[in-house]
C-alpha cells in the first residue's frame, strides 16, 4: 500500500527511472513508518487489553469501539486533507457544537428530518468557507483564521442555547443511530453497525479515493510538499486550499450529525478539545504536521487508537476520566516530536 | 497647550491610523451609551468611613485587571511571531493550586505569601515548557500550547480532584478585594506589571529582539539574537502573567471554578492584542496597545451586563470583531485602501493645474 500511494514529495522529479532508487525506497519507508507504529501500537494495546481485562477481542467491544468513535473517524479523515497540505483547522470541535444545537433546535421545532440534518452539514461548510476565504484571500494564518472561526462557531451556540437541547423521542434522525445487527452472537455479544458508522466507513472509502486516486488528491499532496512549487507547476492551488477548508467544515457537520443522532441531544459545550483529538488522531496516524506525507488509512487507525485508550481507562478504572486530556496531548507531543526526529534524519541523510 | 494641539494636528494622520485611538473611541463610545441609559453612570462615589472610591469606572478597572495581566503576556508571545492558547487554562490552574493550598492552611499573610509563590511557580513552569517545546524542540507554537490549553484543565481538575474548591485567607483575598488610597489594589497591582514590563521590553533592546524573531527568525539569528533563550522567556513570561491573573481572578470570590475560571480568556487575550494595533503575523507589538484593548474588553463586559443584553452574545460578537481586525490587517485589504488613497491623490494633482 505505502508503495502505490506514495505521495509525490516536494523535491524535483529525477531522471525518470522504472526503479526507485535506494533513498527513494528509504524515503517511502521512513514516511510509512509512524504510521505501521500506530497499527502496531493499536494491536499491542488490543492485546494488553485482553490479558489485563479481558473481554476486548469480541464481538460487541470492536462494535462499540466503531460505533463510539465514528464521529472522530469522520473529523480525522476531513483534518487529513487539511494537514496534508500544511494547514491546521481548530474549528473543527465548535463547528460540530454549533451545528448541533441548530439541528436539534430546527428538528424540535417541526423542520423535516432530512431539512434539518442539511442544514447541520451545510453549517459545517458555510464555516468551513469562511476560514478557507480568510486564508487564501486574505493571507491570515490557518490557525488564526480557523480559531476565530472557532470562537465564532463556539458563540453562535451559546447565543443558540446554553442549556441541553434534547431531540424529541420521535426524531427521524434518532434512526441514524439504529443498531443493525449483522451477526448475532450469544446473550449481548452481537456485532452491529448504525448508519453513522457506515458514513464513516464511506467517507473513509471516499476520502482514501480522493485523496491518492485524483487530481485533486495529487494538488493537496504537491500543496503539503511546496506551495510555490505547486503554483509554479500551474496547479489549481487557491481552489484545492479553499476546498479542503469547506471538505473539512462539511464533514464536521456530518459528525455533528452522527454524533448528535447517537447521544440524542446537544449543547454548547459539545465538542470542546476534539481538535485536539482529532488533530492527535491524524499525527498518531502518521500525517507530517508540515504537510505532504500522510495516510487517511492511518488517520483512522489514529482515531482507533484513542478510542481504544478511552476503552481500556475505562476498564481501568485507577486513572481518572480527567487525566485522559493529558493523556492524548500527551501522547500527541510524543509523535510529533518522533516526526521531527525522523524529518531531520531524512534531512541528515539528503545532505 | 498650542503647542500640543498644533503636534496633534500635524500627526493627526497618523494618530487617526494607530488601531489603539480607535481603541479609545469605542472605550468612550460604551461609557456614552451607558450614560444615556443612566446619566449617573460616570459617577464616582467616596466611602468617608473606608475611604474607598466606588462606581461602575472603578468596577471596569477592577474587572480589567486580569484581561491586561494575560494581554501583556499574549502581546509579547505575538511579536516573536507565537501565540499562547494556554493562558485561560493556566489561569484555573495557578486558581486551582491556590485554593488547594490555602484551604489546609491558616489564613495567616505568610500562607498567602508562600501559595502565591508556589502558584505562579507552577504557572511560570507550565509556561516554560511551552517554551521548551516551541523554542528547543521546534514544535508550532499553535500545536504546544493548544496542548497545554486542554491538558492545563485537565491538570486544575486533578488537583482539586474535580471539585470547585473555595478556601477563606483575608490576606490573599485582599490582594483582589482590597483598596490602597481608595484604589483596587488589583489594577495598581496590574498597572505596575505593566509598566514594569514596559520598561524591561522597551527601555532595552528586548523589544527590538522580540520583534526581529517575529519578522524573520533566521535573520535575526544572523544578526546574533538568541531565539531560544528568548522564546522561553516569552513563553515563561507569559505563564507566570497569565498565573497573576488565574491569582487575581480566584481571590476575589476565593473560589475556583475549574470549568469557568479562565474559560475562553485566550479569546479575550487575542482581542485585546490585535485591537491594541498588534499584529498575529508578528514582527510588531505595542503593550499601551494592547493595555487599551484590555480595558475595552472589560468595559464591553460591563456595558453588555449593564444594558441587559444576552451576555451569551458577546463571544461571537469578539470573535467577529477578531475576523474584522484581522481582514484590517490583511495585504489584500491594505492594497485596497492604498490604491484608493492614491487614486484619490491623482485626481487631486489632476485638478490642480487646470
Known amino acids: 500500500m505505502t508503495v502505490t500511494t506514495r505521495p509525490p514529495t516536494g523535491s524535483a522529479p529525477g531522471p525518470a527511472s522504472s526503479r526507485p532508487s535506494l533513498s527513494d525506497r528509504l524515503g517511502a519507508r521512513l514516511s510509512a513508518l509512524p504510521t505501521v507504529a500506530a497499527l502496531l501500537i493499536f494491536v499491542g494495546m488490543i492485546i494488553y487489553g485482553e490479558a489485563a481485562y479481558g473481554r476486548i477481542v469480541q464481538f460487541n467491544t470492536l462494535s462499540n469501539l466503531l460505533v463510539n468513535n465514528s464521529h472522530l473517524i469522520i473529523l480525522a479523515v476531513g483534518l487529513t486533507f487539511v494537514i496534508l497540505t500544511g494547514g491546521i483547522d481548530l474549528s473543527v470541535g465548535a463547528v460540530i457544537a454549533f451545528s448541533s444545537v441548530a439541528g436539534v433546535m430546527l428538528s424540535n421545532a417541526g423542520w423535516h428530518p432530512v ?157 470542546i478539545g476534539w481538535e485536539l483529538d482529532a488533530i492527535a488522531a491524524v499525527v498518531i496516524g502518521g500525517t507530517l504536521l508540515t504537510g505532504g506525507t500522510g495516510f487517511v488509512l492511518g488517520s483512522v487507525v489514529g482515531a482507533l487508537v484513542l478510542g481504544l485508550m478511552n476503552v481500556l481507562i475505562t476498564r481501568d478504572g485507577g486513572i481518572r476520566p480527567e487525566m485522559t486530556t493529558i493523556i492524548t496531548g500527551g501522547i500527541l507531543l510524543v509523535f510529533v516530536i518522533l516526526q521531527r526526529v525522523l524529518a531531520a534524519r531524512r534531512r541528515g541523510e539528503q545532505a | 497647550m498650542t503647542d500640543v494641539a498644533s503636534r496633534i494636528a500635524a500627526n493627526r494622520g497618523a494618530i487617526v491610523r494607530n488601531q489603539a485611538f480607535w481603541g479609545v473611541i469605542a472605550i468612550v463610545l460604551l461609557l456614552a451609551i451607558n450614560v444615556i441609559k443612566d446619566p449617573g453612570y460616570l459617577a464616582i462615589g467616596y466611602n468617608d468611613e473606608t475611604g474607598h472610591l466606588s462606581g461602575n469606572l472603578i468596577d471596569i478597572l477592577r474587572a480589567s485587571a486580569p484581561i491586561l495581566m494575560i494581554a501583556v503576556g499574549m502581546c509579547l508571545v505575538v511579536a516573536t511571531s507565537g501565540i499562547d492558547l494556554s493562558v485561560g487554562s493556566i489561569m484555573v490552574v495557578a486558581g486551582a493550586v491556590s485554593m488547594e493550598l490555602l484551604r489546609g492552611m491558616d489564613g495567616t499573610a505568610g500562607n498567602a505569601a508562600l501559595t502565591l509563590a ?40 486533578v488537583i482539586t480532584g474535580g471539585q470547585n474548591t473555595t478556601a477563606d485567607n483575608d490576606s490573599f483575598a485582599w490582594l483582589a478585594n482590597g483598596y490602597v488610597v481608595g484604589i483596587p489594589v488589583v489594577f495598581l497591582l496590574s498597572m505596575a506589571i505593566v509598566a514594569l514590563v514596559w520598561v524591561l521590553v522597551r527601555r532595552s533592546a528586548l523589544g527590538l529582539m522580540l520583534e526581529a524573531i517575529g519578522m524573520d527568525s533566521r535573520a535575526s539569528r544572523l544578526a546574533g539574537v538568541k531565539r531560544r533563550s528568548l522564546q522561553l522567556t516569552v513563553y515563561s513570561a507569559s505563564g507566570l502573567l497569565a498565573g497573576v491573573a488565574g491569582v487575581f481572578a480566584t481571590a476575589s470570590v476565593m473560589t475556583v471554578d475549574v470549568s469557568r475560571t479562565g474559560y475562553q480568556l485566550e479569546l479575550d487575550a487575542i482581542l485585546a492584542v490585535v485591537i491594541g494595533g498588534t499584529s498575529l503575523a508578528g514582527g510588531k507589538f505595542s503593550i499601551g496597545g494592547a493595555v487599551i484593548g484590555g480595558l475595552l474588553i472589560a468595559t464591553l463586559d460591563k456595558t453588555v451586563v449593564f444594558l441587559g443584553v444576552p451576555a451569551s452574545a458577546t463571544p461571537a460578537f469578539k470573535a467577529i470583531v477578531i475576523v474584522v481586525l484581522c481582514l484590517l490587517q490583511s495585504e489584500r485589504v491594505r492594497n485596497l485602501f492604498r490604491n484608493r488613497r492614491a487614486l484619490r491623490a491623482q485626481s487631486q494633482k489632476e485638478v490642480v493645474p487646470a
Do not use: C, W
Open chain 2, 118 to 157: 508556589i502558584a505562579l511557580g507552577i504557572a511560570t513552569a507550565l509556561g516554560a515548557v511551552n517554551g521548551i517545546l516551541v523554542s528547543v524542540v521546534g514544535l508550532q507554537p499553535f500545536i504546544s500550547t493548544l496542548v497545554m490549553m486542554l491538558a492545563g484543565r485537565g491538570i486544575a481538575k
Open chain 1, 115 to 271: 431539512a434539518a440534518v442539511l442544514v447541520m452539514v451545510l453549517i459545517g461548510s458555510a464555516l468551513g468557507l469562511v476560514s478557507g476565504v480568510l486564508i487564501q484571500y486574505f493571507g491570515v494564518q490557518p490557525f488564526i483564521a480557523t480559531l476565530a472561526t472557532m470562537f465564532l462557531a463556539r458563540g453562535l451556540a451559546s447565543m443558540l442555547s446554553t442549556v441541553p437541547e434534547r431531540l424529541a423521542d420521535d426524531s427521524a434522525i434518532r434512526d441514524l443511530a439504529a443498531q443493525l445487527k449483522i451477526v448475532d452472537g450469544d446473550k449481548v455479544n452481537d456485532l452491529v453497525i448504525t448508519p453513522g458508522v457506515i458514513a464513516a466507513i464511506v467517507i473513509v472509502v471516499v476520502g482514501f479515493t480522493v485523496l491518492h486516486r485524483t487530481r485533486f488528491g495529487r494538488t493537496v499532496y504537491a500543496i503539503g510538499g511546496s506551495e510555490q512549487s505547486a503554483t509554479l507547476m500551474g496547479l489549481p492551488v487557491t481552489a484545492t486550499k479553499l476546498g479542503i477548508y469547506v471538505i473539512s467544515g462539511t464533514l464536521a457537520g456530518i459528525a455533528a450529525v452522527v454524533y448528535t443522532s447517537r447521544l440524542g441531544s446537544a449543547q454548547n459545550i459539545t465538542g
